[in-house]
């Protein structure tokens, strides 16, 4: 079982930035591909990014170049930092876990979600 939760979402203006954390329980963190996910008011849930266990990392076009995913497996946690961000990226955050040593890009692929964090952009 791992728990996820996520942390540092808020209100900031357009061209600002933000840095979501998502902290996992277990001792096992290091063996998880750890993804972020959103979904915007009235939206379907879309893919963010991926890191994988090996530190690669995957992103959506739509955040390409703006958003830079990392992860701490000392610290049992996974970051999404967002930079330029515009209006078109304010919805809720997620970030899911699966035992995988690829790069999941469907919400299907994982097993553990957290509860979300709300990011709204300002413009």
């Known amino acids: 079982q791992v728990q996820l939760v996520e942390s540092g979402g808020g209100l900031v203006q357009a061209g600002g930035s933000l840095r979501l954390s998502c902290a996992a329980s277990?001792?096992?963190?290091?063996?998880?591909?750890m993804g972020w996910f959103r979904q915007a008011p009235g939206q379907e849930r879309e893919f963010v990014a991926v890191?994988?266990?090996?530190?690669?990392?995957v992103y959506a076009d739509s955040v390409k170049g703006r958003f830079t995913i990392s992860r701490d497996n000392a610290k049992n946690t996974v970051y999404l930092q967002m930079n330029s961000l515009n209006s078109e990226d304010t919805a809720v955050y997620y970030c899911?876990?699966?035992?995988?040593?690829?790069?999941?890009?469907?919400?299907?692929?994982?097993?553990?979600w957290g509860q979300g964090t709300q990011v709204t952009v300002s413009s």
């Open positions: 899911a876990a699966v035992v995988s040593n690829w790069y999941p890009r469907r919400q299907d692929d994982y097993y553990y």
């Open positions: 277990g001792r096992t963190f290091s063996m998880y591909a």
């Open positions: 890191i994988s266990t090996s530190g690669g990392t």
